[in-house]
């Protein structure tokens, strides 16, 4: 049996005053465009502010959407761009940024091949809210994304020797005519170091888990819990506000529907559990929604309920098909019932309308047609016992708005100029989601724009050599 792989962070002595690109941030955005900025000949540095690595990409659980991949043809699923940036464009409503849509869709498939080439499988797949087509790639293993992804890039970060050092906290960019060349950081003892580079991608992530940025843009939210790792707080923005970045969307935060939220720590349920065939039900047993309808549509019907949370109903089938429901039943999550009355008895919910809510289901199923809701994705019946319910409520969740960039990943000021030696990629970026990300497209996007930033630093750097 192999041995679990462990990733040992750089030992802050062997941290260097110069580098071709310091990229703040170990999340997959991180940690994608190390990895392309090294393999172009770089010398790349990571750079994390909290003792642990890779960010919210470890909280991913779905997978990572693409379109006209070989995955999807072997699977006998018939894709395309257009399609994919429709889907996408609806489900933000509209309001996605057209060029960082454009590019986003059409490199989804180079991204799955590029992950491929490093021996990171995404060869499984399944469907996500706003979807119509099986596009979300997951491994065959059906680990969740995020941890699965974060270890395998570790891994090629280690094979290349590229320095990734933990509780360093960058606290300023430095510009030196007009172009930014370095940083100030913060060390654990508290001491301050000057780090100079030709270039600077931020990769720090969403603020989803800052209560006073929740609260100015969005103070209907403010009580709400998040689904966030506690670094999620929004560095980046203030960063690159200061080096004079416009910020867009700052008001579109995601809530998020399917949230356990009875423990201290808030766990998202992932969307393949409803693209695997579960169900939602409210405190009278009944279905109120089509589940995999967006993520902003589904909250609404849930905040609409008069107790403003739900149940997630799935069967054995289910569980076999999302593995992380494992998890979730390891720490307590999860109610099972040999039966759905026995199930329906723990949840405190009438016996007879969940049965009955089931039955209908199961025929909607059989017979292709949801005339209750006009669910057409993720359709499975859920006939096979032992059942289980997850309690749910939703919470926020990721963060639409943020720095503006073009599509070569390059920061812009309010005019739409550049700022030279600033990239940014991952959820620091605004834009691209419109108001409503689509499940499997936060990965995503980590994987294309962080290549992208990768291959623009290099090309900035010969450019201005």
């Not at 399944?126 to 969740?144: C, D, N, Q």
């Not at 867009?248 to 009875?262: G, L, R, S």
């Not at 992380?324 to 040999?338: K, M, N, P």
């Amino acid at each position: 049996m192999a041995a679990k792989f462990q990733f040992e962070p750089t030992a802050i002595t062997a941290l260097q005053s110069q580098y071709d690109v310091i990229i703040i941030g170990s999340g997959s955005s991180g940690l994608v465009s190390a990895v392309q900025a090294h393999e172009l000949g770089l010398r790349p540095v990571i750079l994390e502010k909290m003792p642990k690595i890779g960010g919210n990409t470890t909280r991913a659980s779905s997978g990572m959407n693409a379109a006209e991949t070989l995955v999807q043809l072997k699977h006998h699923v018939v894709d395309s761009y257009a399609d994919f940036y429709q889907e996408t464009y609806v489900g933000g409503g509209r309001q996605n940024d057209p060029d960082l849509l454009q590019y986003f869709t059409t490199h989804g498939a180079l991204a799955i091949d590029w992950l491929a080439a490093h021996d990171i499988q995404l060869d499984e797949l399944t469907i996500t809210g706003g979807m119509s087509v099986e596009r979300t790639h997951r491994p065959s293993s059906l680990a969740p994304i995020g941890g699965f992804l974060v270890t395998q890039l570790l891994k090629a970060v280690q094979a290349a020797k590229i320095p990734l050092f933990t509780e360093v906290t960058v606290t300023d960019l430095h510009t030196t005519a007009a172009k930014i060349d370095g940083v100030t950081v913060q060390l654990a003892d508290g001491t301050t170091k000057a780090l100079n580079s030709s270039a600077v991608i931020l990769a720090t992530g969403g603020f989803a888990a800052n209560p006073k940025l929740i609260a100015k843009y969005r103070p209907d939210l403010q009580d709400y819990q998040t689904t966030n790792q506690p670094g999620a707080t929004g560095d980046g923005l203030s960063l690159a506000a200061t080096a004079g970045a416009q910020l867009v969307d700052m008001d579109q935060i995601q809530v998020h529907p399917t949230v356990q939220q009875d423990t201290p720590h808030a766990f998202l349920i992932g969307e393949a559990v409803r693209g695997e065939g579960a169900i939602l039900v409210d405190q009278n047993g009944q279905r109120f929604v089509n589940e995999l309808d967006t993520r902003k549509n589904v909250t609404a019907a849930i905040d609409s309920l008069p107790t403003k949370h739900a149940y997630l109903i799935l069967d054995t089938a289910v569980r076999k098909r999302v593995p992380a429901i494992e998890f979730y039943d390891h720490v307590g999550l999860v109610e099972t019932g040999a039966t759905l009355a026995e199930l329906a008895a723990k949840i405190d919910l009438p016996a007879d309308q969940l049965a009955a809510t089931v039955a209908d289901w199961n025929q909607a199923v059989a017979t292709d047609n949801d005339a209750a809701f006009k669910r057409t994705t993720g359709m499975a019946a859920l006939t096979s016992g032992p059942y289980n319910a997850i309690h749910i409520a939703p919470a926020v969740h990721y963060t639409m708005g943020g720095v503006k960039i073009n599509p070569q990943t390059q920061v812009l000021r309010p005019d739409q100029t550049v700022i030279a030696g600033l990239y940014a990629a991952g959820e620091v970026v605004g834009g691209l989601h419109g108001n409503n990300r689509i499940g499997g497209n936060s990965i995503a996007e980590t994987v294309v724009f962080g290549r992208q930033a990768g291959q623009q630093v290099y090309q900035y750097i010969n450019n201005v050599k």
